[in-house]
């Protein structure tokens, strides 16, 4: 089955055929570094690292290009007396960064600066003027527009008429034939720094935020590239934009466009008027790294996903159930010919799912219905199927970043503590097993009660008795 991604130009579902067979193109719209990342930021690259993970499991060699948006008007704004707008763009990337990692996100082939890629937006903005689709504002003021009105291809993405739009409010509109143009540049003001102006034909200044993007996808993709995400509230204006100058300057652009759904808190849209932020700090302080990109990762990437008192330790039970299978399994098949036979093979339903549109839901249904099984084979001692449950589990696990065995969730962890909690925990044990020998069944109680009440669960087997930490 070949892999379907809804494109939302189109929108409609269409098979996935790469410009060169066995290579993909993806951009992907970044953060603008203006404040601190929080959770829709952290879900957004999360999707579009489910999504390389999956083609690069389907035999594709992907290139994903992120760029880091770090100047804007917002960055100018937020910068302070005491911080340069540079040191804050830059030190609010390293926040982005470290929330990404945190996350098992793997970093992006390239990730750009918008600051680096000047030279590349100058070339464009020249030739939309050569076209005809871009003009210099006659009051001397250096901003030079997109004229919307010129290109009739202006709406294709968000199948708009030009007339039912609002007004573009990313500059003064006074230099503007009409309302709905959009800064491509914009002339430098006596009132920002003057290290946030770079010179150009049209006068100092610095780049719109949309050109930005459309320079940065064609230097490190080419003209023409294979698939263009971001987050749903960046279809209008930000994507209708870039679709529009880029086309109008020439290039063919992305064949497949493709947005994730947002984030609401508690049922409201997140907010900061509403003072319902969720910062990507406090989410990741709440649970563990591997929780939160179960949580995150577990809907399908084009529906609004809502955080909720109680997501998070949802989310840690179903993990759970992972973890507890994968203990469980790897202790009953130890020493038996059954052990490291599991073929880690993706199953043809998970296969399914993920090629009809990256149905994570599904595929996930596939996941724990494979635990299901497996345990249940451990049950009946069919540790053949087991093993095979083993292996699938295992697949299914790393291609959606969420297997607990993987190294890159052990790091950071406090391994004098787990170490203590282990020699405390295994001495219990054997003393619960040595009053069971002598009979005295109800000092093995009593131990099992005491390792019970503080969440730890005993299951005996024949090869003696385990722990797990809440049916870990």
Same mark, same amino acid.
């Given at each position: 089955?070949?892999?379907?991604?809804?494109?939302?130009?189109?929108q409609?579902?269409?098979?996935?055929?790469?410009?060169?067979?066995?290579?993909?193109?993806?951009?992907?719209?970044?953060?603008?570094?203006?404040?601190?990342?929080?959770?829709?930021?952290?879900?957004?690259?999360?999707?579009?690292?489910?999504?390389?993970?999956?083609?690069?499991?389907?035999?594709?060699?992907?290139?994903?290009?992120r760029?880091?948006?770090?100047?804007?008007?917002?960055?100018?704004?937020?910068?302070?007396?005491?911080?340069?707008?540079?040191?804050?763009?830059?030190?609010? +990337?390293?926040?982005?960064?470290? *929330?990404?990692?945190?996350?098992?996100?793997?970093?992006?082939?390239?990730?750009?600066? @918008?600051?680096?890629?000047?030279?590349?937006?100058?070339?464009?903005?020249?030739?939309l003027?050569?076209?005809?689709?871009?003009?210099?504002?006659?009051?001397?003021?250096?901003?030079?527009?997109?004229?919307?009105?010129?290109?009739?291809?202006?709406?294709?993405?968000?199948?708009?008429?030009?007339?039912?739009?609002?007004?573009?409010t990313?500059?003064?509109?006074?230099?503007?034939?009409?309302?709905?143009?959009?800064?491509?540049?914009?002339?430098?003001?006596?009132?920002?720094?003057?290290? @946030?102006?770079?010179?150009?034909?049209?006068?100092?200044?610095?780049?719109?935020?949309?050109?930005?993007?459309?320079?940065?996808?064609?230097?490190?993709?080419?003209?023409?590239?294979?698939?263009?995400?971001?987050g749903?509230?960046?279809?209008?204006?930000?994507?209708?934009?870039?679709?529009?100058?880029?086309?109008?300057?020439?290039?063919?652009?992305?064949?497949?466009?493709?947005?994730?759904?947002?984030?609401?808190?508690?049922?409201?849209?997140?907010s900061?008027?509403?003072?319902?932020?969720?910062?990507?700090?406090?989410?990741?302080?709440?649970?563990?790294?591997?929780?939160?990109?179960?949580y995150? *990762?577990?809907?399908?990437?084009?529906?609004?996903?809502?955080?909720?008192?109680?997501?998070?330790?949802?989310?840690?039970?179903?993990?759970d159930?992972?973890?507890?299978?994968?203990?469980?399994?790897?202790?009953?098949?130890?020493?038996t010919?059954?052990?490291?036979?599991?073929? +880690?093979?993706?199953?043809?339903?998970?296969?399914?799912?993920?090629?009809?549109?990256?149905?994570?839901?599904?595929?996930?249904?596939?996941?724990?219905?494979?635990?299901?099984?497996?345990?249940?084979?451990?049950?009946? +001692?069919?540790?053949?199927?087991?093993?095979?449950?083993?292996?699938?589990?295992?697949?299914?696990?790393?291609?959606?970043?969420?297997?607990?065995?993987?190294?890159?969730?052990?790091?950071?962890?406090?391994?004098?503590?787990?170490?203590?909690?282990?020699?405390?925990?295994?001495t219990?044990?054997?003393?619960?097993?040595?009053a069971? @020998?002598?009979?005295?069944?109800?000092?093995?109680?009593?131990?099992?009660?005491?390792l019970?009440?503080?969440?730890?669960?005993?299951?005996?087997?024949?090869t003696?008795?385990?722990w797990?930490?809440? *049916?870990?």
């Amino acid at each position: 089955m070949a892999i379907q991604l809804y494109d939302s130009r189109a929108q409609a579902l269409r098979d996935f055929t790469p410009l060169v067979p066995g290579k993909v193109g993806v951009y992907v719209c970044g953060p603008t570094v203006q404040s601190s990342p929080h959770i829709g930021h952290l879900r957004s690259a999360l999707v579009y690292d489910q999504m390389r993970r999956w083609l690069n499991y389907s035999g594709y060699d992907v290139t994903l290009v992120r760029n880091v948006t770090d100047i804007d008007d917002k960055v100018l704004v937020n910068a302070s007396g005491n911080e340069e707008w540079w040191a804050l763009a830059y030190r609010t +990337e390293l926040e982005f960064s470290a *929330g990404y990692r945190a996350l098992g996100i793997l970093p992006p082939t390239y990730e750009p600066r @918008a600051t680096a890629s000047i030279q590349q937006m100058h070339a464009i903005i020249e030739r939309l003027i050569a076209n005809a689709h871009a003009y210099v504002a006659e009051d001397g003021s250096g901003d030079v527009y997109f004229d919307v009105r010129s290109w009739p291809g202006y709406g294709a993405l968000t199948r708009q008429n030009i007339d039912s739009m609002d007004a573009a409010t990313d500059a003064d509109p006074r230099g503007k034939r009409d309302p709905r143009d959009f800064a491509l540049w914009k002339g430098h003001k006596a009132d920002e720094p003057s290290s @946030a102006a770079w010179p150009s034909p049209w006068g100092d200044g610095r780049p719109g935020w949309h050109i930005e993007c459309s320079a940065m996808a064609s230097r490190y993709l080419g003209a023409a590239f294979d698939i263009h995400g971001g987050g749903l509230d960046l279809r209008f204006p930000h994507h209708e934009n870039e679709l529009a100058q880029s086309t109008a300057a020439g290039d063919p652009f992305a064949s497949y466009w493709v947005h994730n759904g947002l984030v609401n808190v508690n049922g409201q849209k997140m907010s900061k008027s509403l003072g319902n932020s969720v910062y990507a700090a406090d989410l990741l302080g709440a649970a563990r790294p591997i929780v939160v990109r179960y949580y995150l *990762g577990q809907a399908h990437y084009r529906s609004t996903i809502d955080y909720h008192d109680g997501a998070l330790l949802e989310a840690e039970a179903a993990l759970d159930r992972i973890e507890s299978f994968l203990d469980r399994v790897t202790r009953r098949l130890t020493g038996t010919r059954f052990a490291g036979t599991g073929t +880690e093979q993706i199953p043809d339903a998970f296969a399914a799912a993920m090629d009809d549109d990256l149905s994570i839901p599904q595929a996930l249904a596939v996941l724990h219905d494979t635990i299901r099984q497996g345990n249940a084979s451990i049950d009946g +001692e069919d540790l053949a199927s087991a093993a095979a449950a083993q292996g699938q589990v295992m697949a299914m696990t790393e291609v959606l970043g969420i297997n607990p065995l993987s190294p890159e969730w052990s790091r950071g962890q406090d391994t004098a503590a787990s170490a203590a909690l282990d020699t405390l925990v295994d001495t219990l044990l054997d003393e619960r097993q040595q009053a069971r @020998a002598a009979r005295d069944f109800a000092a093995a109680d009593r131990i099992r009660n005491v390792l019970t009440t503080a969440g730890i669960t005993i299951e005996d087997t024949s090869t003696g008795a385990h722990w797990s930490i809440d *049916g870990q």
